[in-house]
Each structure stands twice: as structure tokens, then as C-alpha cells.
T-cell receptor, first 114, second 115 residues
């Protein structure tokens, strides 16, 4: 398994500002992902964080709004830029290893935009 | 078409009873994996159980079992001897080998265990 931590665990932010969420894993992992879960909804994949290269974004998500960094195999950040109340969600980091079916999630960051 | 369908938005079960949470999936990929996650009110996603498309036997993990019916494309989660701590949202998910890392999640089922 993998132990994943996220910072901050929750935050309340004003519209127009940006927040950077950190994801730290206790071991090297091949794949890291960022998900969004809007209130009462299921999880939606934002992007796959690629080590050493630009993230791969899913339809409906763009780099200018959700810039992602992944400087090494144990750490990634997601920035939610120019926030609006519609960005209020839980943001979850997830990791997986090649040749393993298991996918683990961090504890999530609960973001409220006022 | 929805990749994962969970038709039960909310379920109630008496403590110590068994409960089945439904999940159907849609894929043309012969190689795929099916997952169940539990999400308590704290928000974390807890991995419960996994079933591979080529697995001959239904997966079991403690009180959790997965009723895998491949021809019907269903992967129902059975929780035996329900406990109050089982009250949470439950999500069914699928990963297709052909689409790489994409995880498809269902809309979830809210389970409430009644004392």
C-alpha cells in the first residue's frame, strides 16, 4: 500500500485567489492523479501528473486553471487558480504503480470558495 | 453511455444484517478491473475490494465480497454483518486496460446502518 498525505486538509478562500495543494507519498509511485469531487457528486479526474513533463489533462480541465507540478516520484502539487465558488470541492490526490491494479487516495483537501 | 451505474442513491440496513450494493458497468475492453471504495463523512477514499475481469472466483476481503457476474456486467458489493461504522458513501469504479489509467466512478450509494 501507499501512505498519502495532503496539505492543506481544508481551506476557505476568497474568489479570485489561488490555492496550491500538496500531495506527498511515502514511497515512489509511477502514476499520480488529481481528482475533484464536487458536493454530493462522484469523483472526476482532473489530470494525470507526469514526472518530468507536463500533466495530461482530461476534457474540461486546462492547465491555466489547474497547473500541476510533479518534480519527483513522491510529490505533486495542484493549484486551483482564480477561484470561484464553483471550485468549492474536495480535491483528492491518488497514486498507482505500474503492473499493480491498486489505486490509493489521499485524505483529500476540502476547499470552500466564498 | 455511463461506464459505471449505481442505481441506489441511498440504502438502509439493520445492524448485523447483510446488504448488497448494486453496480453495473459498460465496457468492450476484455481486460478491466472493478473496484469498490468507501468514503466516510471525513472525505477520504478507502479501498475495499478489487475484481479482475479474468478472475474466476469472486473476490472477498473480510466482511466484503464482490458478486461478479461477467455476462450481466454487474459487480455488486455484499457487506455481511453490517456495523454502525459501515455508514458511508460507497463508490464502484472501473479501470480499463485499453484506456490506461482512467478510472471511471459511479455516482455512489449512501449506506446508513441502523442500530
Amino acid at each position: 500500500s501507499a501512505v498519502i498525505s495532503q496539505k492543506p486538509s481544508r481551506d476557505i478562500c476568497q474568489r479570485g485567489t489561488s490555492l496550491t495543494i500538496q500531495c506527498q507519498v511515502d514511497s515512489q509511485v509511477t502514476m499520480m492523479f488529481w481528482y475533484r469531487q464536487q458536493p454530493g457528486q462522484s469523483l472526476t479526474l482532473i489530470a494525470t501528473a507526469n514526472q518530468g513533463s507536463e500533466a495530461t489533462y482530461e476534457s474540461g480541465f486546462v492547465i491555466d486553471k489547474f497547473p500541476i507540478s510533479r518534480p519527483n516520484l513522491t510529490f505533486s502539487t495542484l493549484t486551483v487558480s482564480n477561484m470561484s465558488p464553483e471550485d468549492s470541492s474536495i480535491y483528492l490526490c491518488s497514486v498507482a504503480r505500474t503492473n499493480s491494479y491498486e489505486q490509493y487516495f489521499g485524505p483529500g483537501t476540502r476547499l470552500t470558495v466564498t | 453511455a455511463q461506464k459505471i451505474t449505481q442505481t441506489q442513491p441511498g440504502m438502509f440496513v439493520q445492524e448485523k444484517e447483510a446488504v448488497t450494493l448494486d453496480c453495473t458497468y459498460d465496457t468492450s475492453d476484455p481486460s478491466y478491473g472493478l473496484f469498490w471504495y468507501k468514503q466516510p463523512s471525513s472525505g477520504e477514499m478507502i479501498f475495499l475490494i478489487y475484481q479482475g475481469s479474468y478472475d474466476q472466483q469472486n473476490a472477498t476481503e473480510g466482511r466484503y465480497s464482490l458478486n461478479f457476474q461477467k455476462a450481466r456486467k454487474s459487480a455488486n458489493l455484499v457487506i455481511s454483518a453490517s456495523q454502525l461504522g459501515d455508514s458511508a458513501m460507497y463508490f464502484c469504479a472501473m479501470r480499463e486496460e485499453g484506456t490506461g489509467n482512467q478510472f471511471y466512478f459511479g455516482t455512489g450509494t449512501s449506506l446508513t446502518v441502523i442500530p
